[in-house]
């Protein structure tokens, strides 16, 4: 058997046996020293190594340390473990190894695919060409605001990319005060200055102030500014709150902004029972960024954009020189005309398997799964007496902290700050904390299937007796 062949197997069955077994193991784990010492200060070898050898490196040194989120116990942050659809053909993607820049392969034409499905799993309009696959929710939002500035300019009769962004009024861009960093850092990015990204406060349930929205806009209208694009979102990374997307439609709407929703963690929360209402207007953004990596679990790395009308976003981007030309693409072209990036990777085999092994109805279930758990969690927070719910449970996500009798409030920020760390040491569960309305709390994520309700009572545990344990004298 050839070096190839035997080392396939193995790393095969080595990710299988990791994805089986991983209740055997922490969560999380410091990385030993030694180990820390071959991962970062290894040098490069003088002659080349079998790929068995290499497989066994991983088996000893890598597959030791994750960063947990293939655990049920993981509620940190928004990362989803990896579908068992995506890590099988994965290698496969390797194995191919295309560009899908363009060109006539099956890279491009099931991205085409993919990314129909994706609109239609969320209620999004699709029209071909409209939306392509990104490294994530950040290079979405990128393609986002860079299409939306193009069109503003485009609608006062210039040209950002020829004549840039000097010696124009200054473009606004709206933001809720829980809208994700994704959208300043964009902004920058785009040369349009974190000075002209709005922050829209936010009523009690952690939502737009649509009323908020309108004044800020009449008024930097009224100061000779471009208002230009209101970001709002479909499930914040905070607590997952839905903004009143239909208001904001209008408010777009009547002022000519482009309207974006950011659904890179919540969008696919439309399909939760009962959620439908809440989700009313997010079909009629011109652009909504749904990241596959997230809830669907497509191994990372895999983003979306979809955008109401393709050829805005052609215009943002598209640039070929004649060592690209292809005569034969079609009325669509390249889909490296819709984005900055030029040699793309084949995302869509991940995501094609991923939501072809799940099916609508399997994609559905995941979503009440987590939307029940997360529930769950609330309610068991509401019943404790020594936590306290921060937030109201929309998506998946349960923003909370803890209330230990005896500990005066005012040392409430400095505990539940200090518990995240204790407790992903202890490696049980894994949490992370934020700041809601300006208090210290904890959130946890829900976007496992195999997590389940005992998960729940292990992770309130593992936050008191983190409480117990922590530095903060209580
Ligand atoms: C609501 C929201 N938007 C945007 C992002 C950024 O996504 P990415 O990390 O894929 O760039 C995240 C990440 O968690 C998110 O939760």
């Known amino acids: 058997m050839s070096d190839l062949l035997r080392a396939s197997q193995a790393a095969a069955e080595l990710a299988a046996r990791h994805l089986t077994g991983i209740r055997d193991h922490p969560v999380w784990q410091p990385v030993a020293d030694d180990d820390r010492a071959w991962l970062s200060d290894q040098p490069l070898p003088a002659s080349g190594r079998s790929l068995t050898e290499l497989v066994e490196d991983v088996r000893t040194r890598i597959l030791p340390y994750p960063m947990g989120n293939g655990h049920p116990g993981f509620f940190g942050w928004v990362n989803s473990p990896p579908s068992p659809a995506g890590v099988v ?26 990314v129909r499905w994706l609109a239609d799993l969320v209620g999004y309009p699709h029209a071909p060409g409209g939306g392509l696959l990104t490294s994530g929710a950040s290079m979405a939002t990128v393609v986002a605001l860079a299409s939306a500035r193009q069109r503003a300019a485009a609608d006062e009769g210039w040209d950002v990319r020829e004549d840039g962004l000097s010696g124009r009024p200054a473009m606004v861009l709206y933001v809720s005060v829980e809208g994700h960093s994704c959208l300043r850092k964009a902004a920058e990015l785009l040369g349009l200055g974190s000075r002209h990204v709005r922050v ?16 800020m806009v009449a008024s930097d209208r009224a100061a000779g500014m471009r208002p230009f694009c209101v970001a709002a979102s479909a499930g914040t990374v905070n607590t997952g709150a839905v903004d009143p997307l239909d208001e904001i439609a209008d408010v777009a709407a009547e002022h000519g902004l482009w309207f974006h929703v950011d659904g890179a963690y919540g969008a696919p929360g439309v399909l939760a029972d009962g959620a439908a209402d809440g989700y009313a207007g997010m079909a009629r953004a011109d652009s909504l960024a749904l990241d596959p990596h997230k809830w669907l679990g497509v191994p990372v790395d ?44 084949f995302r869509a085999l991940r995501v094609w398997a991923t939501m072809s092994y799940l099916g609508h109805d399997g994609i559905v279930g995941l979503v009440n799964h987590c939307a029940r758990l997360a529930r769950q969690l609330s309610t068991m927070v509401d019943g404790s007496g020594d936590f306290e719910l921060l937030a109201p449970v929309t998506a998946s996500i349960t923003a909370f902290r803890h209330r230990p009798a005896g500990v005066p409030a005012d040392r409430l920020d400095e505990l539940n700050r200090a518990i995240p760390a204790v407790v992903q040491r202890r490696g049980r569960v894994f949490i992370t904390g934020t700041r809601i309305a300006g208090i210290e709390a904890l959130r946890a994520c829900f976007v496992h299937p195999d997590t389940g309700v005992e998960d729940l009572t292990t992770l309130l545990d593992e936050i008191r007796e983190a409480a117990r344990q922590s530095s903060v004298d209580c």
């Open 89 to 114: 053909v994965a290698p496969l993607s390797s194995a191919l190894n295309p560009s899908c820049a363009g060109g006539e392969h099956a890279g491009v034409l099931l991205e085409h695919a993919v």
């Open 200 to 215: 829209v406060p936010v009523d009690r349930e952690l939502r737009m102030d649509v009323l908020a929205l309108r004044e």
């Open 302 to 345: 895999c983003g979306c954009i979809l955008v109401r009308d393709p050829r805005t976003t052609r215009d943002a981007f598209s640039l070929v020189p004649s060592y690209l030309r292809d005569d034969g693409a079609g009325d669509l072209g390249w889909l490296s005309e819709y984005g900055p990036e030029q040699t793309r990777p």
